[in-house]
């Protein structure tokens, strides 16, 4: 019997786009707390008769920050985008059966169930924080509980 892994996925998906726009709009606000605090900066140093070079270097220094991190984030975003796009033109499934995960497990794929996500850890074992172990332990295993931190593979006494 042919069992897809489903794991409410458009709820999943509707909660990245929805933790996306909050962070846009947290993001948004702390420009404005910063653009305010310089406005009130410079009416401060404006009164003291020196100081409207800073308040521009100040400014100039914060829009370089934020483009750069923008910047970097956006190329990040592109290259996992260059990745899906690979996966699509070699043919790669998008959805996978459980008898197609247990065959690839099977052939020594390294391969993990995160939510809805099947994930190739092969190449992440060596950098993961806790260790290769913890990851050959889990391989062929739904590995949503140790990621989202309801158990651990220490014993407390």
Avoid at 10 to 23: Q, S
Avoid at 56 to 75: C, D, G, K, M, T
Avoid at 113 to 122: C, K
Wanted: charged content about 30%; overall charge neutral; proline content about 1%.
């Amino acid at each position: 019997m042919m069992r897809r892994l489903k794991r409410k996925t458009r709820l999943i998906i509707k909660i990245k786009r929805a933790h996306k726009g909050f962070a846009y709009t947290l993001i948004g606000l702390g420009f404005l707390s910063i653009l305010f605090g310089l406005l009130e900066y410079h009416s401060l140093l404006v009164e003291d008769g020196n100081g409207a070079a800073l308040v521009v270097l100040h400014l100039a220094y914060f829009l370089i920050v934020s483009l750069s991190v923008e910047f970097n984030h956006r190329q990040g975003l592109t290259q996992e985008r260059q990745i899906e796009l690979e996966q699509e033109k070699n043919g790669e499934e998008r959805v996978i059966h459980l008898e197609e995960f247990k065959r690839r497990i099977i052939l020594g794929e390294k391969l993990v169930i995160l939510d809805d996500l099947v994930l190739d850890v092969g190449s992440f074992m060596d950098d993961h924080p806790g260790g290769r172990y913890s990851i050959e332990q889990n391989v062929g295993k739904e590995v949503s509980k140790y990621f989202y931190g309801g158990y651990r593979y220490e014993n407390i006494d």
